[in-house]
């Protein structure tokens, strides 16, 4: 058997079947390749010829490469999912990561921004705008960031949304997530003006005679790539004044944690992020517990 025909098999079902998107499907490529180096380590190409037997030394290969106790859990998860999709195939007779123990990942809190960050931040576009500087990207941009603080979108399901996605007339969008899941998110009164004010102006301006249902779009007439957008995100948190590196995801968590410390029921967030399990939702309770201790260690008499 080719050593990477299973590997396309599975990367195919993971994309048909279950909908998983592009980034994802890179992760696991990346994974499952480094089960390949192991195996031509070996001197062997076949996956169906790793054995349980094995398993302690691709544990102490994966420990050379100096992965991090989390990389070394996803990569488990990974090959798991693999092996579980080949003995369904019937290319193997039993999974050799079966009841296989994780080593428990270190847990890092989300890096967020303050409100008054955000703030700087979202105004950062308009104050070109004003200025006369790259007016249609501007208004673009303008509304992006301003629904990606309004909704907690993951940068991918912003940068896919569609002109069909968006209501504005009762102001929500229809998200698609992980798994092709969708999840309806409301907009805001701001992003609502905003992505309006795109749609009269700018983005007929950046399409001229092209067509696209994409809602955002490049002077190209195509969708903005996620390199673009991060590096459009640089741009303007340092126009911002922001010297911390930011990053897409960072909006998203700053979204999260501010809902939790307004008030917000940690099964609303859940939804509006569209976690799965609200275990991964808990994440941001953690982050506020965390600025609370800070205020009272800063405030208190006896902190």
């Given at each position: 058997?080719?050593?990477?025909?299973?590997?396309?098999?599975?990367?195919?079902?993971?994309?048909?079947e279950?909908?998983?998107?592009?980034?994802?499907?890179t992760?696991?490529?990346?994974?499952?390749?480094k089960?390949?180096?192991?195996?031509?380590?070996?001197?062997?190409?076949?996956?169906?010829?790793?054995?349980?037997?094995?398993?302690?030394?691709?544990?102490?290969?994966l420990?050379?490469?100096?992965?991090?106790?989390a990389?070394?859990?996803?990569?488990?998860?990974?090959?798991?999912?693999?092996?579980?999709f080949?003995?369904?195939?019937?290319?193997?007779q039993?999974?050799?990561?079966?009841?296989?123990?994780s080593?428990?990942?270190?847990l890092?809190?989300?890096?967020?921004?303050?409100l008054?960050?955000?703030?700087?931040?979202?105004?950062?576009?308009?104050?070109?705008?004003?200025?006369?500087?790259?007016q249609?990207?501007?208004?673009?941009?303008?509304?992006m960031?301003?629904?990606l603080?309004?909704?907690?979108l993951?940068?991918?399901?912003?940068l896919?949304?569609?002109?069909?996605?968006?209501?504005?007339a009762?102001?929500?969008?229809?998200?698609?997530?992980?798994?092709?899941?969708?999840r309806?998110?409301?907009?805001g009164e701001?992003?609502?003006?905003?992505?309006?004010?795109?749609?009269?102006?700018?983005?007929?301006?950046?399409?001229?005679?092209?067509?696209?249902?994409?809602?955002?779009?490049t002077?190209?007439?195509?969708?903005?790539?996620?390199q673009g957008?991060?590096?459009?995100?640089?741009?303007?948190?340092?126009?911002?004044?922001?010297?911390?590196?930011?990053?897409?995801?960072m909006?998203?968590?700053?979204?999260a944690?501010?809902l939790?410390?307004?008030?917000a029921?940690?099964?609303?967030?859940?939804?509006?992020?569209?976690?799965a399990?609200?275990a991964?939702?808990?994440?941001y309770t953690?982050?506020?517990?965390?600025?609370l201790k800070?205020?009272?260690?800063?405030?208190?008499?006896?902190g």
């Amino acid at each position: 058997m080719d050593d990477d025909e299973p590997i396309s098999r599975y990367l195919s079902m993971l994309r048909s079947e279950r909908g998983y998107q592009v980034n994802t499907l890179t992760a696991y490529r990346l994974d499952l390749d480094k089960l390949l180096s192991f195996l031509r380590k070996e001197g062997r190409k076949d996956p169906a010829s790793l054995s349980r037997q094995d398993v302690p030394a691709l544990l102490s290969f994966l420990q050379h490469q100096a992965l991090s106790s989390a990389s070394v859990a996803r990569c488990l998860a990974a090959w798991r999912g693999f092996y579980r999709f080949l003995l369904s195939e019937g290319d193997i007779q039993e999974n050799p990561f079966l009841n296989l123990t994780s080593p428990k990942a270190t847990l890092r809190l989300p890096k967020t921004l303050h409100l008054e960050q955000v703030e700087r931040l979202l105004e950062a576009p308009g104050k070109a705008f004003r200025s006369g500087r790259r007016q249609p990207d501007a208004s673009r941009d303008d509304a992006m960031l301003e629904v990606l603080y309004a909704t907690g979108l993951r940068a991918t399901e912003l940068l896919t949304l569609e002109l069909n996605s968006v209501n504005l007339a009762v102001g929500f969008l229809r998200a698609s997530g992980k798994g092709a899941k969708q999840r309806v998110v409301p907009l805001g009164e701001t992003a609502v003006m905003k992505v309006r004010a795109y749609l009269e102006r700018g983005r007929p301006a950046l399409l001229k005679t092209r067509v696209s249902n994409r809602l955002f779009v490049t002077r190209s007439g195509r969708g903005m790539t996620r390199q673009g957008f991060w590096k459009l995100i640089g741009r303007y948190a340092r126009a911002a004044g922001i010297s911390r590196r930011i990053s897409p995801h960072m909006l998203r968590h700053s979204f999260a944690t501010h809902l939790l410390e307004g008030g917000a029921d940690l099964r609303v967030v859940q939804t509006l992020l569209g976690h799965a399990d609200i275990a991964t939702t808990q994440i941001y309770t953690r982050v506020e517990r965390q600025r609370l201790k800070k205020l009272h260690k800063q405030h208190h008499p006896r902190g």
